[in-house]
């Protein structure tokens, strides 16, 4: 198992939510959302810096059959874009993300949360459901998740 911080981001048109691990890649946490519009990848960038990440994983759209469609398009589009803007040496991997939001928004209404509450963190909980999945995958395989950007 690699040491150090990840960064995960579920992209979205409205927003990014953002998660990190910890420097042994045991367990993921929500960090942020981030607002899309100008300064948002300035600001994904910051946190990958304050947080000393060495790798980021996205997660990427896919249909049921596995393929990629659109959306997975503009999430390849947006992670070139969140890659230029990171330091040098840092590394992204795209890994399948589906059921995530599904998953995120079923453990926040199990814990309570509800409407607008839930809406403004299911992106942060969605980035900790991908990260988590990313780090499980990476220590029983002992190979890095998804596939380089």
């Not at 991997?93 to 839930?118: N, P």
Request: overall charge positive; aromatic content about 2%; cysteine-free.
């Amino acid at each position: 198992m690699r040491t150090g911080v990840r960064i995960a981001l579920d992209i979205g048109d409205a927003r990014i939510g953002v998660a990190s691990s910890d420097p042994h890649g045991i367990l993921a946490t929500p960090v942020e959302t981030v607002r899309r519009g100008p300064g948002d990848l300035d600001r994904i960038a910051a946190l990958a810096a304050e947080l000393e990440a060495f790798e980021i994983v996205v997660g990427l759209p896919r249909s049921l059959s596995g393929g990629e469609g659109p959306a997975a398009v503009k999430i390849r589009e947006t992670a070139a874009q969140v890659l230029d803007k990171m330091r040098e040496g840092t590394t992204m991997r795209l890994v399948d993300e589906r059921f995530t939001t599904v998953t995120a928004e079923r453990m926040l209404r199990e814990r309570g949360k509800k409407g607008s509450k839930r809406r403004a963190v299911v992106d942060q909980a969605a980035a900790v459901v991908i990260l988590q999945h990313a780090l499980d995958l990476e220590r029983e395989t002992g190979n890095p998740p998804g596939r380089p950007l």
